[in-house]
């Protein structure tokens, strides 16, 4: 079964850093383009990064140079690394995959808070 | 900034039909945006219901389709219940960037 879980999300103050991780199941990571998506609360989605196959990657205006996106494929994860944080990134972050691998987990609460 | 526009707002009636719309600023919505429609109930995570256009998942009820028209993508119900009532997110492709539509809040009533 197609599944996908982050996980570490916390409370952190303001300029702080934070990793968050998506564990992917039923499919290999590295051969999937694969996003995160973030949700303010009681707010629209948005989309904050997509790494690709061939390792290229991509970010929002809002979160590029702050954000940085990485890949285990021994461990089928992958990671947003999240620095300089800012009480506007307090959000829900999920990561879901493309194509056929477009399954959601519930998400990973990150809170920027002082 | 590319910019993607969903209805805010719409209602049906049961076992009605309603099309919802995507569409673009930069121009015509094409497969090449590789349409996603996404189903976000009230305290749950979203769910994909189409993928790259027309493509509907094992989870997907038949009475959802997507397509092109006019050109915006679109999302229709057809035979709508009282449990799709929900918000329907849009997500565009951008040569790399995704943009995310709004939101169309459907109520079923």
């Known amino acids: 079964e197609v599944q996908v879980a982050e996980s570490g999300g916390d409370c952190i103050q303001p300029g702080g850093s934070l990793r968050i991780s998506c564990a992917a199941s039923?499919?290999?990571?590295?051969?999937?383009?694969m996003m995160w998506v973030r949700q303010a609360p009681g707010k629209g989605l948005e989309w904050v990064s997509t790494?690709?196959?061939?390792?290229?990657?991509y970010y929002s205006d809002s979160v590029r140079g702050r954000f940085s996106l990485s890949r285990d494929n021994f461990r089928n994860t992958f990671y947003l690394q999240m620095s300089s944080l800012r009480v506007d990134d307090t959000a829900r972050y999920f990561c879901?995959?493309?194509?056929?691998?477009?399954?959601w987990g519930p998400g990973t609460l990150v809170t920027v808070s002082a | 900034q590319a910019v993607v526009t969903q209805e805010p707002s719409l209602t049906v009636s049961p076992g009605g039909t309603v099309t919802l719309t995507c569409g673009s600023n930069?121009?015509?919505?094409?497969?090449?945006?590789?349409p996603y429609w996404l189903q976000q109930k009230s305290g749950q995570a979203p769910r994909t219901l189409i993928s790259?256009?027309?493509n509907r998942h094992s989870w997907t009820p038949a009475r959802f389709s997507g397509s092109l028209f006019g050109g915006k993508a679109t999302l229709t119900l057809s035979g709508a219940q009282p449990e799709d009532e929900a918000v329907y997110f849009c997500?565009?492709?951008?040569?790399?960037?995704?943009?995310f539509g709004g939101g169309t809040k459907l109520t079923v009533l």
């Open positions: 879901t995959g493309h194509g056929g691998n477009s399954v």
């Open positions: 039923g499919f290999p990571v590295n051969m999937n383009s």
């Open positions: 790494i690709i196959p061939n390792g290229n990657t």
């Open positions: 930069t121009g015509r919505v094409t497969t090449n945006s590789f």
């Open positions: 790259d256009t027309v």
């Open positions: 997500v565009l492709a951008y040569n790399g960037p995704w943009v």
